[in-house]
Structures are given as structure tokens and as C-alpha cells.
């Protein structure tokens, strides 16, 4: 398959980028967590928090596959786009589809803020045990088809935190070790 090349990888710590966005893969409560959720919210401060309170107050948290956004606070990128992944319970549940539309929904959110690039985590592959081949076709796949359709999008950055993930998007980017 060939991929735009708006779509970039990295290895590396997704609170350092300086972007436009940086995608969390939230818990639905929005409070922060553990994992990339807790990293961003630690690293980004107060401001970051505050806005999920009120994103509560308005809507009652953030539900699977959908995304909220909130400022960047202290972060290098602007604003944060929260989303929350689907946990595996085997695949009969609808998570692929659930996973698809958390890309699909940041993307979408992202557009709406004028946003040009943005970084996305490896989504449910920790402590929601998606499995981590398949949640990469998933997001490189739905990210590719967005970009196909939508130009204001100039870079895609999926970033990985640990070899594996790495490894499993260079393989399926086509530009393997």
C-alpha cells in the first residue's frame, strides 16, 4: 500500500512535540489516568484539567470512540485532543469500529480548529489490551483514508512509545528497519 506522505513516525515522548495537536487516549472520565493519559495531564498542568471539568459539566464525560478537545496548557502544541479507545473483549464487541472512529473523530475535531498537524498515540494498546498489530492497521488505515479526502491536514505524526508498536507501523508504512 502506498501512504501520503502526510503521515509520519516517530519514537519518542508525545508531550515534547510541537504541533498543532497531540491526541490523548483518554478514560471517559476526562480526570487523567495512567499511560500517555497521565503524562499528558502531568505535563500539560491545571489548564488541561479545568477544561475537562467543564467539558463534564457540560456533556458528562467523553464516551468509546468519541473525542473532546481542550487547550494544550503548557504543553508545546496547542490543544489537546482527548479520546477514549475501546478496551478488548475479544473483538465480537464492535472495538475495531469503536477504534476507527476515535481517529475518525479527532481527525474531524481537528479540522474544526483549524489544526495542520497533529500527533497521534499508539490508542488502547496498554492497559485496554487492544492488540497492538491490529490497532495499528486500524489507525494507519483510517488516518490514510481521511487524508485522502481532506487537505487542510498537512502532518500526521503516530508516535510510539515503545519498539514494538514502532516496529508494527514502519512494517505497515513500508518503511521497516
Known amino acids: 500500500m502506498n501512504f501520503t506522505s502526510r ?29 500517555v493519559d497521565g503524562a499528558i495531564h502531568r505535563a500539560g498542568g491545571s489548564q488541561i484539567l479545568d477544561d ?13 470512540g468519541e473525542a473532546v478537545i481542550t487547550t494544550g496548557g503548557k504543553l508545546p502544541a496547542k490543544y489537546v485532543i482527548h479520546t477514549v479507545g475501546p478496551v478488548w473483549n475479544g473483538g ?22 483549524n489544526v495542520e498537524s497533529i500527533a497521534f498515540p499508539n490508542i488502547s494498546t496498554g492497559i485496554y489490551h487492544f492488540p497492538k498489530d491490529r490497532a495499528a492497521e486500524i489507525a494507519v488505515k483510517t488516518v490514510d483514508d481521511f487524508l485522502k479526502t481532506n487537505q487542510q491536514i498537512k502532518q500526521v505524526i503516530f508516535i510510539c512509545f515503545d519498539d514494538e508498536n514502532l516496529q508494527l507501523y514502519k512494517d505497515l508504512l513500508g518503511n521497516g528497519s
Open 7 to 35: 503521515i509520519q513516525l516517530q519514537q519518542g515522548d508525545i508531550t515534547k512535540l510541537k504541533v498543532d495537536a497531540i491526541v490523548n487516549a483518554a478514560n471517559s472520565s476526562l480526570l487523567g489516568g495512567g499511560g
Open 52 to 64: 475537562c471539568r467543564k467539558i463534564i459539566a457540560r456533556q458528562g464525560g467523553c464516551k468509546t
Open 92 to 113: 465480537n464487541k464492535n472495538e475495531d469500529q469503536l477504534l476507527a472512529n476515535c481517529y475518525i473523530n479527532s481527525l474531524k475535531l481537528a479540522v474544526e480548529y
